[in-house]
């Protein structure tokens, strides 16, 4: 079993940045994908980001491509999330979560934008961007 809790969320205004760290305890970090959902009022949590559980391979939702870059240190057990030029529409409670999906699915990088696929969940952090 894994416990995550992020932290780092905060009220920043459009064009900042935000890092989000998420750390894990428990058993066999390595052997799980780590991903970030977000998930506004009034709306259904949404994949942002994953990573690989050694290589570093990333994934991202087009919404945030080329302004968020998620990291892993699997030494510290734990994943980052770097947000840039903040937009107002980023504002959500962020979610880090744990994925046990194998490696070697040749469907991966679809497997992982579905929340269904992860098994643990941290709390979550809110992040709020002002206009």
């Known amino acids: 079993q894994l416990q995550m809790v992020e932290s780092g969320g905060g009220l920043v205004q459009a064009g900042g940045s935000l890092r989000l760290s998420c750390a894990a305890s428990g058993r066999s970090f390595t052997s799980y994908f780590m991903g970030w959902f977000r998930q506004a009022p009034g709306k259904e949590r949404e994949f942002v980001a994953a990573?690989?559980?050694?290589?570093?391979?990333?994934y991202y939702d087009d919404s945030v491509k080329g302004r968020f870059t998620m990291s892993r240190d699997n030494a510290k057990n734990t994943v980052w999330l770097q947000m840039s030029s903040l937009k107002p529409e980023d504002t959500a409670v962020y979610f880090c979560?744990?994925?046990?999906?194998?490696?070697?699915?040749?469907?991966?990088?679809?497997?992982?934008?579905?929340?269904?696929?992860?098994?643990?969940w941290g709390q979550g952090t809110q992040v709020t961007v002002s206009s």
């Open positions: 979560a744990a994925s046990g999906l194998s490696s070697s699915n040749h469907a991966i990088a679809a497997m992982l934008r579905d929340l269904r696929e992860y098994d643990y």
């Open positions: 990573i690989s559980k050694s290589d570093g391979s990333t």
